[in-house]
């Protein structure tokens, strides 16, 4: 099971951490995700991080804006999302990729086989 939190509404320019946390999943066997789909659009991958940790990866949009990371102890995925704008305005799920090697991870939905129920961020002025 994966529960994301930290959702909200937020300012243009503000800052937001979402967390996913895990249950039954050991972060270093799994690759995980962020994905975020906004209304009327597609599922888009955001951000990334290999099971070992030393890879990580993120869409084009959110570069120098959201940095992801974990906590292995506490079985938890962040993503710090800075200097939001409208256009991230969306439901963000995380999900995990139980079949990447350990040094890998992909931005691709499809790879990922379990996946939480979302948290919907919403920036706007």
């Known amino acids: 099971q994966l529960v994301e939190s930290g959702g909200g509404l937020v300012q243009p320019g503000g800052s937001l951490r979402l967390s996913c946390k895990t249950y039954?999943?050991?972060?270093?066997?799994?690759?995980l995700g962020w994905f975020r789909q906004a209304p009327g659009k597609g599922r888009e991958g955001v951000s990334c991080i290999s099971a070992n940790g030393d890879y990580t990866n993120y869409a084009d949009s959110v570069k120098g804006r959201f940095t992801i990371s974990r906590d292995i102890a506490a079985n938890t995925v962040y993503l710090q999302m800075n200097s939001l704008k409208p256009e991230d305005t969306a439901v963000y799920y995380c999900?995990?990729?139980?079949?990447?090697?350990?040094?890998?991870?992909?931005?691709?939905?499809?790879?990922?086989?379990?996946w939480g129920q979302g948290t919907q961020v919403t920036v706007s002025s």
């Open positions: 039954g999943y050991t972060l270093d066997h799994y690759a």
């Open positions: 999900a995990a990729d139980p079949y990447s090697a350990k040094s890998i991870a992909t931005l691709a939905a499809n790879n990922y086989d379990y």
